[in-house]
């Protein structure tokens, strides 16, 4: 198995929108390399929106991805005592409570410029939400986008609040690792959320139906019902992620930690001399096969969940 330092090193080598570079602080977190995720939150700091978006690159069209920076920041505020980084997770969570775009049920639009519930929203808001003391609402946002977008324990890619109806309905890998890898995170989190086993239950849900299409070679499709579509890697990453968190922190049963070392080694056989994950759901669109640099950031998050090798404390 590519050592974490050379996955580390491709993933720093690439470029990031504001939810990688949250996606990438969190794997720096599980790694123990507090320095490394102080740096990653001072620079989402630097990119603060006026509105209170976190890691915000030229405008980004995202009314939420921000918010994927905000557990690093807050363990930036509690390590170094600095108003900067407090200050700048107040002012991400008063955009999510306050003036994000949202359904008139609360549940958070996607986009600035549409009114679409995405399930990726899931993974960038819920355990920030969370670790910010607000699980009322982290917990909100899940049964809201659970109701528009979970069909038969899958979720659909995106609903639209216009139509009422679905406007992408496919039951895309990225999408289901999104939501299951946001549950389990913000269990390990905040261990006393409340509704947790309703949320464990909902995770567990999902990930089984996800389980049930794997392909032989232990992978899945892009969308993971539809076998025209591109063989993928990330998703068995963010399932093995989900997987051996769940068992570990015991809400899953311990044999999920096989599960979750398995996917991972399926995943792992992807990955290249360089450390880069080949055959993720690519950057820059995201429609076909390719790199990208949350990929880069679920394969550190897997491993160490898995409880494989790590990188020592550096504080």
């Given at each position: 198995m590519t050592s974490p330092e050379a996955v580390l090193t491709a993933l720093l080598a690439m470029q990031r929108q504001s939810w990688e570079q949250g996606v990438a602080a969190q794997a720096a977190l599980d790694l123990g390399r507090?320095?490394?995720?102080?740096?990653?939150?001072?620079?989402a700091v630097t990119r603060q929106a006026a509105d209170g978006r976190l890691g915000d690159v030229d405008g980004e069209a995202g009314a939420v991805n921000g918010a994927a920076c905000g557990e690093a920041v807050l363990a930036a505020s509690r390590r170094t005592g600095g108003e900067i980084f407090a200050a700048?997770?107040?002012?991400?969570?008063?955009?999510l409570t306050g003036d994000a775009p949202r359904a008139a049920d609360g549940t958070l639009f996607h986009l600035l410029g549409g009114r679409e519930v995405w399930a990726d929203t899931v993974y960038m808001v819920v355990p920030f939400l969370a670790l910010s003391g607000r699980a009322d609402l982290a917990v909100a946002q899940v049964e809201g986008h659970r109701r528009r977008l979970c069909r038969d324990g899958l979720y659909a890619a995106v609903w639209s609040e216009e139509t009422g109806s679905l406007?992408?309905?496919?039951?895309?890998?990225?999408?289901?690792?999104?939501?299951?890898?946001?549950?389990?995170?913000?269990?390990?989190?905040?261990?006393?959320?409340?509704?947790?086993?309703?949320?464990a239950a909902h995770a567990r849900e999902v990930l089984d139906a996800c389980l049930a299409l794997r392909r032989p070679d232990g992978l899945f499709h892009d969308v993971l019902?539809?076998?025209?579509?591109?063989?993928?890697?990330?998703?068995?990453?963010?399932?093995?992620?989900a997987a051996s968190a769940g068992a570990?922190?015991?809400w899953l049963p311990a044999s999920y930690a096989d599960t979750g070392?398995?996917?991972?080694?399926?995943?792992?056989?992807e990955v290249d001399g360089h450390g880069v994950v080949r055959g993720a759901c690519g950057s820059?669109?995201?429609?076909?096969?390719g790199t990208s640099a949350e990929a880069q950031a679920?394969?550190?998050?897997?491993?160490?969940?898995?409880?494989?090798r790590r990188f020592g404390p550096s504080d």
């Open positions: 507090h320095d490394l995720a102080l740096l990653l939150a001072e620079a700048a997770a107040r002012r991400q969570l008063a955009w406007r992408r309905a496919d039951r895309w890998g990225g999408g289901n690792g999104w939501v299951v890898a946001a549950i389990a995170r913000t269990l390990r989190l905040v261990p006393a959320l409340p509704q947790r086993d309703v949320l019902d539809d076998p025209s579509t591109f063989r993928e890697t990330n998703a068995a990453q963010m399932f093995s992620y570990a922190d015991g070392r398995d996917l991972l080694a399926a995943a792992s056989r820059p669109t995201f429609d076909a096969s679920f394969h550190l998050l897997a491993r160490a969940a898995a409880g494989l």
